[in-house]
């Protein structure tokens, strides 16, 4: 039955699409055959940059958000200036977007002329990915460490532990476990801004994608570079489900506490 | 051992404890008892430091340990404190939850602290569930692993909060028991508890404890037989008629 009505609904799908009156032309500047053939071995290479940026970018993001988390976490009066900057960094981050950011950071950092300063366009557009990820991937961790209940990190004080320590080794490991499923969520987000880099220069896939149909003024180049992503992107949201789930699970599992 | 004079705590413009003086010897039992929300949890948060108290002074071997400005964590490695809910660790397993404040506070090495906590584990019943995760455990087991955990640092003086008050009837005894055998080592205590029965037995001294004071205190078998403050009268009546329903 449900086979059934899945083959009439993307039957239907496909037939609009065909019967479109511009298939024609949809056809030969999106799903050509010939430009698919002839970009399609310098994907690829160009999608290992990408890959490259993303992991790098994915590492400074656990670490400089769980930090910014941490930091606003604690109450500690001589952390208050620090606190207050990170809300600041936090909010802002938030608030423009990426895109702005990167064209900031892209041209403004060499602009400053500091022989110390990186002028490496994916270093600096993966700075900037950084910057914007990590106030979110913050804000995750930060409600992470609050749903922890205060009972937690006063067992631990009780032993005797002090509140760093309570934090390393009783607060932080259980929140981290808790928002695991949203992190991996952010992280398929970020997957996707990577090709922004390309607004700064860098031969990354969607730039040459670019290149290519900037020539030919035939778009199938992108439709190609969208393949290649879904062969990341797509088993990555399916872990991201299973772990939803199985978090879900455990959470139903838990009668008393 | 253990003194308190004046102890006075707000909660806001509330007050929940009025001046409690209170001194607790070398190798005695003090059980505390009183309504819910009279004070008794509240005193033994702030006996571990884990609450600021806004007057008094608090004695621990002699020394003032509520001085303002004073770090609270050597007092709170030399005091055990065992709560209502256990507070086990949810993502350590029973033996990693034993040997945390003993590695990380009392700096002790991993191998010997995993060999006492074996050992305790095993004198208090629970070997074989060294590497079960807490949520495996029995209520009664989860209080004994948390009654474990509060040993391992071998404190001066142990302060149990209501640590059968969360248990299942029929899983009070093993808790109760392993009480038992503490003071019979000779573990300085002091018991908040709504056991009266436990309380007659194990303490040497009783405190009835009201909106923050202690109204009434003595010997166990006087506090129970002739009680002389009307409040604590009424609160033993009441108990003994809700254990008859």
């Known amino acids: 039955m449900s086979a059934t009505s899945t083959v009439v609904v993307i039957g239907g799908l496909v037939a609009a699409l065909v019967l479109s009156p511009g298939w024609r032309t949809i056809r030969q500047t999106y799903l050509s055959w010939h430009y698919f053939r002839q970009i399609l071995p310098s994907l690829p290479g160009a999608f290992w940059l990408d890959a490259r940026i993303f992991l790098i970018v994915e590492a400074v993001v656990l670490a ?12 500690a009066p ?18 423009i977007p990426l895109l702005i950011l990167l064209y900031v950071v892209g041209f403004g950092v060499p ?30 961790f930060r409600a992470g460490i609050v749903s922890i209940h205060p009972s937690q990190p006063a067992a631990a004080l009780a032993l005797g532990l002090t509140r760093p320590q309570a934090l390393r080794h009783v607060v932080v490991p259980q929140a981290a476990r808790r928002v695991v499923p949203p992190l991996l969520n952010d992280f398929i987000g970020l997957t996707k801004d990577v090709a922004l880099v390309s607004v700064l220069g860098p031969q990354e896939i969607v730039r040459v994608a670019q290149i290519s149909s900037d020539f030919s003024f035939n778009y199938t180049p992108y439709i190609a570079a969208a393949a290649i992503y879904l062969l990341l992107t797509l088993p990555l949201i399916r872990i991201v489900d299973r772990q939803q789930r199985r978090a879900l699970r455990r959470q139903n599992a838990v009668v008393m506490l | 051992m ?12 509330r007050e929940v404890l009025g001046g409690i003086d209170l001194t607790v010897s070398e190798g005695e039992a003090v059980a505390l008892i009183g309504a819910s ?6 005193l033994l948060r702030c006996i571990d430091l ?21 770090d609270p964590v050597p007092v709170r490695r030399r005091l055990g404190l065992v709560f209502q809910a256990y507070n086990l660790f949810p993502h ?47 209520g009664g087991q989860q209080q004994r692993v948390a009654i474990v955990r509060a040993l391992m640092t071998k404190p001066r003086a142990l302060l149990l909060d209501e640590v059968t008050s969360a248990l299942d009837p029929e ?26 029965g436990f309380a007659r037995e194990v303490a040497d001294e009783v405190c009835f404890l009201d909106a923050g004071r202690i109204v009434e205190r003595g010997a166990p078998a006087q506090i129970f037989s002739q009680p002389e403050n009307p409040s604590t009268r009424r609160f033993l009546t009441r108990l003994l008629a809700g254990a008859r329903a």
Do not use: W
């Open chain 2, 50 to 70: 884990l609450e600021e108290i806004d007057d008094g002074d608090i004695y621990l071997d002699g020394v003032a340990i509520t001085e303002p400005g004073a």
């Open chain 2, 2 to 13: 253990l003194e308190l004079r004046g102890v006075t705590k707000f909660y806001g413009e």
């Open chain 1, 64 to 75: 400089l958000g769980l930090l910014i988390a941490v930091v606003r976490t604690v109450r």
């Open chain 1, 78 to 95: 001589v952390l208050f200036p620090v606190r207050l900057a990170c809300a600041a960094f936090v909010d802002l981050m938030r608030g």
């Open chain 2, 171 to 196: 899983l009070v005894g093993e808790v109760l028991g392993i009480i038992r055998e503490l003071k019979g080592d000779g573990m300085t205590m002091l018991i908040a508890t709504h056991e009266m």
């Open chain 2, 92 to 138: 350590r397993s029973v033996l990693e939850n034993v040997v945390l404040g003993a590695i990380r506070a009392q700096r002790m090495a991993r191998s010997d602290a995993l060999t006492a906590g074996h050992a305790l584990l095993q004198r208090f019943g629970l070997a074989g569930r060294e590497h079960d995760y807490p949520d495996r455990l029995s």
């Open chain 2, 37 to 42: 929300g009279s004070g008794k949890s509240t």
């Open chain 1, 111 to 140: 602009a400053l002329g500091f022989s110390f300063l990186p002028t490496d366009e994916p270093v600096l557009a993966g700075a900037a990915l950084a910057m914007c990820y990590s106030a979110y991937v913050s804000e995750v």
